[in-house]
């Protein structure tokens, strides 16, 4: 499935959400720190999830999976010093610092997209604890030997918190006491998120403001027994789908979740979208959308389901937090920019501002640039476009959620 062509049409869905990836490779991370079992339900077999289970055993864990369950015990066999990451961003920044524990030499790696994402951070922290650490003029592979010490950090926060989720799941597990200091730190959620999962494990870290982190030395991760919550990012896309194309009532979501994303809800409340929110189930129906103003800094991945639901209010919608996206799967800002036009909408840029001018999406062609993100966005502005939309690379979905397509339009998608 290269290219994927869908016709308009009226959708009335009642969805389970997938699991969130970003829960998974956390907790993924956390059980090969853990002594014992952990046992993983609800979980994910999306290519990100698919790349951390591989860097599980390739860290000597033993990974099984079962239809209703991922079981992973840590220190059944040897331990690999090449390590793959595929397209996985967040997973090179948080395992680096997790390899470096293991005092070996390592070579870390992926391929596709994450090859063109910069990874220069880390090796900028991991040399502040005395690691060894050379990159490729700042893109992956990486490098590194030595042994990761507690040590005193200082990082810079403004382009990814991915790093400081790496240093924070490694570091309790370390030789000495740390402080990390963390300059203009984005995408607070997210370290939420870590640090709730954290804690989950047994491990206690201090978090005075975002600014320093306490971490005390030789902490023990507690292997746990964890059902992964619902995918914000992914339902982001289906709940704008109800309010363009129809109605979608959507399961299995955490209405006081740590996600970055759960946002969207806020979005579509300010867009005067049609929702009712219930602790077990959230409905959109098909709405007479008005242009919005909203802030997307520390939830840059909203960034493709906002620009849809732009794209179908009334006037000129303003989406703050454009140079958080410059370094994902793709520069996602010019590719929203091009492929929107494609199909009809104008969207201008201006510094760190996004104007969506809302009006008639013609439909047409959208290449994803292999961005899982660009491709749903696409997808879901078909629904109610005038003549349907053609995507290219369609497939690139797979990277987080591989049943989008079937769990949107029924069916079987390969």
């Given at each position: 499935?290269?290219?994927?062509?869908?016709?308009?049409?009226?959708?009335?869905?009642?969805?389970?959400?997938?699991?969130?990836?970003?829960?998974?490779?956390?907790?993924?991370?956390?059980?090969?720190l853990s002594e014992g079992e952990t046992v993983i339900k609800n979980y994910?077999?999306?290519?990100?999830?698919?790349?951390?289970?591989?860097?599980?055993?390739?860290?000597?864990?033993?990974?099984?999976?079962?239809?209703?369950?991922?079981s992973i015990i840590p220190g059944k066999s040897k331990i690999k010093n090449n390590i793959n990451c595929g397209e996985s961003g967040l997973g090179v920044r948080m395992f680096t610092p997790l390899v470096s524990l293991f005092g070996k030499n390592f070579t870390i790696n992926g391929k596709g997209s994450l090859k063109k994402r910069p990874v220069s951070g880390i090796e900028e922290a991991l040399k502040q604890?005395?690691?060894?650490?050379?990159?490729?003029?700042?893109?992956?592979?990486?490098?590194?030997?030595?042994?990761?010490k507690g040590s005193n950090f200082e990082i810079d926060g403004s382009l990814s918190s991915q790093i400081l989720t790496g240093l924070l799941i490694a570091l309790p597990k370390a030789e000495g006491n740390s402080v990390i200091k963390v300059i203009n730190l984005k995408s607070k959620p997210y370290i939420d998120l870590t640090l709730s999962i954290l804690k989950d494990f047994?491990?206690?870290?201090?978090?005075?403001?975002?600014?320093?982190?306490?971490i005390k030395e030789n902490q023990k991760y507690q292997a746990?027994?964890?059902?992964?919550e619902g995918d914000w990012s992914g339902a982001a896309f289906f709940l704008v789908a109800g309010l363009i194309a129809g109605e979608v009532s959507l399961t299995g979501l955490n209405i006081n979740s740590e996600q970055a994303d759960i946002n969207i809800l806020e979005a579509i409340q300010l867009a005067e979208g049609n929702l009712n929110i219930s602790e077990n189930n959230i409905t959109t129906k098909k709405s007479n959308l008005k242009?919005?103003?909203?802030?997307a800094t520390d939830c840059p991945d909203l960034f493709?389901?906002?620009?849809?639901?732009?794209?179908?209010?009334?006037?000129?919608?303003r989406i703050k937090g454009v140079k958080r996206l410059i370094h994902k799967e793709s520069n996602r800002a010019e590719v929203l920019q091009k492929e929107f036009a494609n199909i009809g909408i104008e969207?201008?840029?201006?510094?760190?501002?996004?104007?969506?001018?809302g009006g008639t999406v013609k439909g047409g062609t959208i290449h994803s640039h292999n961005d899982h993100r660009i491709a749903m966005a696409a997808a879901v502005s078909a629904l109610t476009s005038e003549k349907g939309i053609t995507i290219k690379n369609a497939e690139s979905i797979k990277k987080s959620y591989p049943t989008f397509y079937s769990d949107l339009l029924g069916g079987n998608f390969k």
């Open positions: 499935m290269h290219t994927l062509t869908i016709k308009p049409q009226i959708i009335n869905k009642a969805i389970k959400a997938a699991a969130s990836k970003s829960v998974m490779q956390r907790v993924i991370a956390c059980a090969v994910s077999l999306c290519n990100d999830c698919k790349a951390a289970l591989k860097i599980a055993e390739d860290l000597g864990a033993e990974v099984v999976i079962k239809e209703n369950q991922v604890a005395g690691i060894k650490c050379k990159t490729n003029k700042g893109f992956i592979p990486i490098e590194i030997s030595g042994k990761l047994g491990i206690k870290i201090i978090n005075k403001n975002y600014k320093e982190f306490y746990q027994n964890y059902t992964i242009a919005f103003q909203f802030d493709p389901p906002l620009v849809t639901m732009a794209a179908f209010c009334n006037g000129e919608t969207i201008s840029i201006q510094n760190d501002f996004m104007t969506v001018k």
